[in-house]
């Protein structure tokens, strides 16, 4: 049981720091693709990480089967939706951000 | 020994944290869609709060609140998105 509270542990903390990371970028970054750029894959390796140390610490059960299918449901969904937001925007006529103009 | 609550109470703390932090973008967002980002990640970020809390609580009914969450944010995202795109739903 030691072990596996370690290893339980450590991936929550990592999913914490790229959840952290992707909420400083939102907050920096100067543009929509910029911070479309940070969150899109900061927050999907971080919910990737937590439910992943989640599903270890409750062991073989049918809650780690519910966990695991919101996993799945969100690894295929986050992109899709930071893809929708992107494409609308560049369609709108939007130019990326350039350094000094 | 690691006492897996106190771990879980440091997680949730840390996520309400960049919760706040991501409102400040929702409310301060020069643009309509600097908002849809902030309510994409708030989103995202309540998913792992709730089942967290339904582990903290030992209530594991926690996780069907969160699996409906994850679909309604990906719902809203898409609407969102295209109402952005092409001004009505």
Redesign the interface.
């Known amino acids: 049981m030691e072990l596996i509270d370690f290893i339980v542990t450590a991936l929550l903390l990592g999913g914490t720091f790229f959840f952290t990371t992707a909420t400083l970028g939102l907050i920096r970054f100067p543009d929509l693709f910029t911070r479309l750029h940070a969150t899109g894959k900061g927050d999907t390796l971080g919910i990737g990480l937590i439910l992943t140390g989640l599903a270890i610490y409750l062991g073989p059960s049918p809650t780690t089967i519910k966990i695991m299918l919101i996993l799945i449901f969100v690894l295929l969904t986050s992109p899709v939706g930071t893809h929708c937001i992107c494409r609308a925007v560049y369609n709108q006529g939007i130019k990326p951000w350039k350094k000094g103009g | ?2 006492n ?1 609550h106190d ?2 109470n440091g ?1 949730i703390l ?2 309400v944290l ?1 919760v706040f ?2 409102i ?2 929702a409310v301060m967002g020069p ?1 309509a ?2 908002r ?3 309510i ?2 708030i989103g ?2 309540t ?2 709060i709730i ?2 809390l339904g ?1 903290v609580f030992d209530s ?1 009914y926690f ?2 609140v ?2 409906v969450y ?2 309604f ?2 719902m809203l ?2 609407a ?3 109402y ?2 092409f001004g009505t739903l």
């Open positions: 020994m690691i897996m771990v879980f997680i840390i996520l960049n932090l991501c400040y973008r643009k869609w600097d849809v980002v902030a994409n990640v995202t970020k998913i792992v089942i967290l582990l594991l996780v069907d969160a699996l994850a679909l944010n990906f995202t898409v969102l998105s295209k952005i795109e």
